[in-house]
């Protein structure tokens, strides 16, 4: 009876706290306390040996550009303080995130268990600002204590369907960081562009990286703008974006698409489709723009048949694409896509057929795999490992390949279930290119998705035993951008369903609660008027 009574009133202060601190993701432990700090712009930050420069420059930035003053560093003080302290020996890497914070009337007290940790802290400091843009910011006295539920916290944007600037990709990772997201799995490759410069194959960027105009309205069209769309990242914008996204401590896993989604790489290099000589297939209904000769980078969205064929002279290429990617990219992974790949071009080839027969394949499914365990063998070669959407299972799964299941949970329980490392990001929770409201009155690829229905997933499927929810190493959200064609889009379709996601890959499961996140969002709306941002507010009560 003692353990229970004890169990619900640490339930009843953590809710409580929970309620009164604001604090989104909702922290393992909080406890609002009587009193305040005030900063301003004679409180100093004390980071001792000054080794906590992640901290203190992304804090510092917030407050310049929000509230217009930034804070001066101070090897130790005894009142008007943010304390920043990591200790010098490393802990378990499972509690590499966690951090502790204790706000009283002297000042602000932050430890991480690792650098990275206390950058997180930092987080939730911004958290507990006021969202009003004002020079003297009065927070709460708290004592908190937390660390994440899943290791695995992403955000996918797709810059191939519509190319997005330096500045806002950067903006994007900062809004990662605002919300103890940890991954930026960056889409660099699809049909309708080639992002990415590679030294060794330039017309991948001269020709790839153009399409020479772009569907009007939902697939297949009312017509086409007859507007040339270009754009990639140089191999220096690159390095660039990575190095920025490291110094939030957010890893960076670029998405080199094969053996589908391909048409901008073949219109560069014919030479890698199946069928060299064949002009690129236009979809039904579609009005083009430009020459229809040859092979194209396409112009409106959807699945298209022209594949890269599973030839040496591919491989070759793939193989020097990934060389340039790996010495841009440090992360483990690298996503090699998977999805999507049409096999009609592969059964009408003699090649393919042949090749078939020559391996041992049962069929096109199994020459997929080949194709896939190909590329595995080499980037686990090179030290890396893969990531691929769940199509990867068909004809067997890559030995040593992390799969991202979007076809719902299917295949990421099969996967688990196969002893593989799952990453969970089904269509029916976590794609924000689905509608927020029924009545959508901004273009939008289908479906509906309200916040509500985000912040109510469990990455954690019931099917699987203690023991393979082990290998749910957390989940992600995709942004796909057919009709998202310019920053501002991206910002209302992600807002605020980033921030409901980020309770779900943070927060435990039994601190969630749906009436009082709406709460909380009242205060997070007012802090998207402070950033300027793009915002949908349906189905959310705010009082």
Not at 111 to 133: M, N, R, V, Y
Not at 226 to 244: E, S
Not at 350 to 370: A, M, R, T, V, W
Request: hydrophobic fraction near 35%.
């Amino acid at each position: 009876m003692k353990k229970v009574l004890l169990a619900l009133a640490t339930t009843l202060v953590c809710c409580y706290g929970h309620s009164q601190l604001n604090i989104i993701p909702v922290p393992v432990s909080a406890e609002a306390k009587s009193g305040t700090f005030t900063i301003n712009q004679q409180t100093v930050i004390v980071t001792g040996n000054g080794s906590e420069k992640e901290s203190v420059n992304f804090f510092n930035d917030y407050l310049k550009k929000f509230y217009g003053f930034s804070l001066k560093t101070a090897k130790k003080a005894d009142k008007n303080y943010i304390k920043l302290t990591t200790p010098t020996f490393v802990k378990a890497p499972e509690k590499e995130e966690r951090y502790t914070m204790e706000v009283t009337g002297d000042g602000v007290a932050i430890q991480g268990d690792s650098h990275k940790g206390t950058f997180l802290g930092i987080q939730t400091l911004i958290q507990l600002l006021p969202a009003e843009k004002s020079t003297s910011l009065s927070i709460p006295c708290a004592s908190i204590e937390d660390y994440p539920r899943f290791a695995y916290r992403g955000m996918m944007l797709d810059v191939g369907r519509h190319f997005e600037p330096v500045e806002f990709v950067k903006q994007y990772i900062d809004f990662l960081a605002l919300h103890k997201i940890n991954t930026f799995h960056w889409h660099l490759t699809e049909d309708q562009g080639w992002r990415i410069e590679i030294k060794k194959y330039p017309k991948l960027t001269q020709i790839g990286s153009c399409r020479n105009g772009t569907i009007l309205g939902h697939h297949p069209g009312t017509g086409n703008d007859n507007t040339k769309d270009c754009g990639f990242y140089t191999q220096a914008q690159v390095k660039d974006i990575v190095k920025y996204a490291s110094e939030r401590f957010i890893t960076v896993i670029p998405e080199i698409e094969m053996p589908g989604h391909a048409s901008a790489a073949i219109a560069a290099y014919p030479e890698l489709s199946c069928f060299p000589d064949e002009p690129t297939p236009i979809a039904k209904g579609v009005t083009w723009a430009g020459s229809k000769e040859g092979k194209q980078v396409q112009q409106s969205w959807g699945v298209y048949p022209d594949v890269f064929v599973p030839s040496e002279k591919t491989f070759k290429f793939l193989e020097d694409v990934l060389d340039e990617v790996m010495a841009l990219f440090p992360s483990k992974y690298i996503h090699i896509g998977g999805d999507e790949c049409p096999k009609e071009y592969w059964k009408r080839s003699e090649f393919c057929q042949n090749l078939i027969k020559e391996k041992g394949l049962k069929d096109e499914h199994g020459l997929q795999s080949y194709f896939i365990q190909t590329i595995e063998k080499y980037l686990n070669s090179k030290g890396r490992s893969i990531i691929g959407w769940d199509e990867i299972l068909e004809g067997g799964l890559a030995p040593n390949a992390t799969v991202m299941s979007w076809r719902g949970e299917k295949g990421g329980i099969e996967a688990a279930q196969q002893k593989h490392q799952v990453i969970m990001t089904p269509t029916t929770y976590v794609y924000f290119d689905y509608a927020q409201k029924k009545n959508e009155d901004s273009l939008v690829i289908g479906g509906f998705l309200p916040v509500e229905k985000v912040y109510n997933y469990n990455p954690l499927p019931k099917e699987l035993t203690e023991e393979e929810q082990k290998l749910i190493v957390g989940a992600q959200a995709n942004v796909w951008t057919e009709y998202m064609s310019n920053p501002s889009k991206v910002e209302y379709m992600v807002f605020p369903r980033m921030t409901a996601l980020s309770e779900v890959l943070w927060s435990p499961q039994d601190h969630k609660d749906w009436n009082d996140f709406q709460k909380r969002l009242g205060t997070q709306f007012k802090r998207y008027d402070l950033w300027k941002v793009k915002y949908n507010t349906a189905g959310v009560e705010t009082k």
